[in-house]
């Protein structure tokens, strides 16, 4: 560590805050990708990858690619399934004393591309977050490019993953409850192409949900939802609102929450029984 540069230190310590992401650290008119992240992205993005200190004991490994045509590149990172933390020089070199100062200034995850060329033509991009309080799971879902934001919540598991599958999300934060039990087992089956973060409960506290949805959409159209009695649904919801905030440092206030409703019947017992004995006469 002390054998590096200023500015090599400065990357490490942003990385360290950002250890699931691809870091792209500006420097100058480039992002360049250090150590594993450059190895990564080099194969993903089929661009040279080179060195620092080349042919050096201490070289480590580089990459980057031009910080005004990056967007595609970002996408085809995106689109393999990795988060991405964009650093920028948030000073004027000219005028830095010692090392310029940088910050994440958004993190990019498939859930949460805003990029309109390159979101996918007539689909919504949803990002999902579930929850489960007592004997419910709540579920909250969002495209954030269009502003559309639903709840719902359902006691059987099985009515709960038919919609999360046909909701075809590209990301789905969950409780680190279930990170052993049949969501995991669900996803390596069933959610291939989803990128899943299992996150810790502070993100899903709920208490004060309610006052921070009052302000999301336009104030002529207040919310449709009161959480007062659904504990699961604002839990997942106050997930997704946090898990926003944090990576995209941005204005949530266009984003409407509604209650959604499933389009398939979700069939009680009685109704299975019968289902199965007509389907034997």
């Known amino acids: 560590m002390n054998r590096l540069t200023p500015a090599m230190r400065q990357y490490l310590e942003i990385k360290e805050q950002h250890k ?12 360049e990708m250090f150590f594993e992240d450059a190895v990564t992205a080099s194969r993903i993005l089929d661009i040279t990858l080179t060195s620092r200190n080349k042919n050096k004991d201490d070289s480590i490994p580089l990459c980057g690619v031009p910080c005004r045509a990056a967007s595609p590149y970002i996408a085809r990172l995106i689109d393999s399934g990795y988060k991405v933390a964009v650093c920028e020089q948030v000073e004027d070199p000219g005028s830095a004393k010692g090392v310029v100062k940088r910050a994440v200034v958004r993190v990019i995850t498939p859930g949460l591309v805003l990029d309109a060329e390159n979101l996918p033509a007539k689909e919504n991009n949803f990002l999902g977050a579930l929850a489960r309080t007592d004997n419910l799971f709540g579920l909250a879902f969002m495209d954030i490019s269009t502003g559309d ?14 919609e999360i599958l046909s909701l075809n999300l590209r990301e789905l934060i969950a409780h680190e409850e279930f990170k052993e039990g049949k969501l995991s087992k669900a996803v390596s089956q069933n959610l291939r192409g989803c990128l899943v973060d299992y996150l810790p409960g502070r993100y899903f506290a709920s208490e004060e949900v309610q006052d921070i949805l009052n302000n999301l959409g336009p104030e002529e159209s207040p919310p449709e939802v009161d959480f007062s009695s659904h504990s699961a649904s604002a839990a997942a919801a106050a997930a997704l609102i946090r898990y926003v905030e944090e990576t995209q440092r941005t204005d949530i206030r266009h984003l409407h929450i509604r209650r959604h409703e499933p389009d398939r ?13 007509f389907s034997t006469c």
């Not at 699931?20 to 992002?31: E, P, S, V």
């Not at 019947?265 to 004995?277: F, G, H, I």
């Open 149 to 162: 934001f639903r709840v719902f919540e359902v006691a059987d598991w099985d009515a709960l993953l038919d």
């Open 20 to 31: 699931d992401a691809i870091l792209l650290y500006q420097m100058g008119d480039f992002y």
């Open 265 to 277: 019947l979700v069939l009680d017992d009685t109704a299975r029984k019968n289902l199965e004995l």
